[in-house]
């Protein structure tokens, strides 16, 4: 009797094992930056060069990511605001790839458009408070320009198929109309 119930109790944790590892393995998986801003040594950084190179992504970890991971750890990049920084977003984003290893290597993967795709298809433009102010405003659109900025790459559009980067270009506008409708009543 005790080694039947020892057997089972067996076989259950087992089980669960098994359960939670593969429950740990669908887990989201973006890099989380040992050093970022907010930080006070990020303080201590004296320069944007000092800045870019602490936020390179160890090339074992790189090589390691999901395309997923990689294109949520990509927008959630601590200076992908930079692209805003130059006299347009397209030079300021082939400035931010230039210096980081992350959207390097996410421009190479031959899913990368199908990865961001499916991240920008899940982001709804309503999603905010209606009491907002202008700049919680201007952050929350901020976000879909990023993410599209990205999407309009050569790189990622090359990835996509025809009907993909027809449904791409569909979305986009279907998002833009909403959110100048829902944010600045256009």
């Known amino acids: 009797m005790i080694s039947k119930l020892l057997n089972m109790i067996a076989l259950l ?17 973006a890099y989380n930056w040992p050093l970022k801003p907010g930080m006070p040594e990020w303080k201590d950084l004296k320069t944007h ?3 870019l190179e602490v936020l390179q992504i160890p090339v074992e970890t790189l ?8 294109a949520q750890t990509c927008l959630n990049y601590p200076l992908f605001p930079d692209i805003w920084a130059f006299n347009s977003m397209q030079d ?8 980081f290893n992350g959207l390097q290597e996410f421009l190479k993967r031959n899913d ?3 990865g961001l795709f499916a991240i920008y298809k899940n982001m709804n433009p309503h999603n905010f408070d209606e ?3 202008n700049l919680q405003k201007g952050k929350y659109t901020a976000e879909f320009a990023k993410i599209e900025i990205l999407l309009a790459q050569e790189d990622i559009l090359a990835s996509l198929d025809q009907n993909d980067r027809l449904l791409l270009l569909q979305e986009s506008l279907n998002k833009q109309k909403s959110i100048r409708q829902r944010l600045f009543n256009v």
């Open 13 to 29: 944790f087992l089980q669960c094992c098994f359960a939670l590892t593969v429950f740990a393995q669908q887990q989201s998986s």
């Open 49 to 51: 060069d000092e800045m």
């Open 63 to 70: 090589q390691k990511m999901t395309t997923k991971d990689l």
């Open 92 to 99: 300021g984003m082939e400035r931010v790839i230039a210096g």
């Open 112 to 114: 990368a458009g199908s």
């Open 131 to 133: 009491s907002w102010s």
